[in-house]
């Protein structure tokens, strides 16, 4: 082989290995470590045992719930609000469009950490929140320590952080729609909604299909939002698939049973794509 036909792959060489020792290798590392178990520090070939182990575990079930729940309430509403954001910040007669496009965005480039904590705060019995609350006669809501109030305040500030970062994708895809379309329904007498459900939705389906996967392998994978809220409680209320990954592997280091949770939630997450593919039509050329 030439040098000119080798020299290529001496630079895509380093992103090779780098890809290989990174993401491959951990991937298969921990695919084997899920038929694995470690007694006395003596690690031995255990089958299917940790995923039967699964089908007992009961907080195992309570965290899939919690997880299915915050992802079938946060999901639609944060895409249905970037989408509306969307809309409304791409009309040629907002003014200001730059600095509102900014402000909505700033919420996705915060740190996890720094802005769950920011919530946590301002959720308190005795926080911001509930403070402004009692000016209009609501009493004191117990974000942070109720089974379900917990779990709305996972999805508030979920939909916080995460809303701008959709919205600036579809406002990229909605200026590729050609403003003919709209001219043509507004001279067909179309409303607003009408183009909004019959223009914008249908010419932004496969970006909608797109961050609805995003979202659904990020929510499966929640772990910095309930781990910085509630850690989980009370009472497992909170605990989530990828908080409790975490807490078998690095508070119980049991890492074979965290690598089948995480398996399962790769299996998970693999159904629910198919699933969107196929009910949007999307895999239909």
Partial sequence: MSRSKTFPYVFILPSVLLFVVFILYPIISSFVLSFQTSNGGEISFAGLANYERLLHDEIFWKALKNTFIIFIF????MLFLGLI???????KLLKWKGFFRVGFYLPAV?????YSLLFSIMLQDSGLINNLLSYIGIG???WLSSASWSKVSIILAMIWRWTG???????????????????AADMDGAGKIRQFFSITIPQLKPVILFTAIL????TLQLFDEPFNLTKGGP??????????IYQNGFKYFDFSYASAVAYVVVIIVAVLSFLQFKFTGADKK
């Fill in 85 to 91: 954001l969307a809309t409304v910040l791409n009309n």
């Fill in 74 to 77: 946060q999901v639609p509403i």
């Fill in 215 to 218: 979202s659904t392998i990020g």
């Fill in 140 to 142: 004191p809501i117990p």
């Fill in 165 to 183: 970062y959709n919205m600036v994708i579809y406002l990229a895809a909605l200026q590729n729609i050609p403003e003919d379309t709209y001219e």
């Fill in 235 to 244: 009472a497992d209320s909170t605990m989530t698939l990828g908080l409790y």
């Fill in 110 to 114: 915060t740190s996890l950490v720094a």
